[in-house]
């Protein structure tokens, strides 16, 4: 068994501006990666909020 743990998070720490909206920090191949990871899982866990 293997599991795979991918997580982005900014130099600063922070996912959002003060107003809450959403940073993107990663790019269009590192979405299109992820996709491919998950595709071939048995299953997908995910947090709060995502």
Do not use: C, W, Y
Not at 16 to 36: C, K, M, Y
């Amino acid at each position: 068994m293997h599991v795979v743990v991918n997580a982005a998070m900014s130099a600063d720490g922070k996912l959002a501006t003060r107003r809450r909206e959403q940073l993107r920090i990663s790019g269009p191949e590192d979405f299109d990666r992820v996709d491919r990871m998950r595709a071939a899982a048995d299953g997908v866990m995910v947090g709060v909020g995502t």
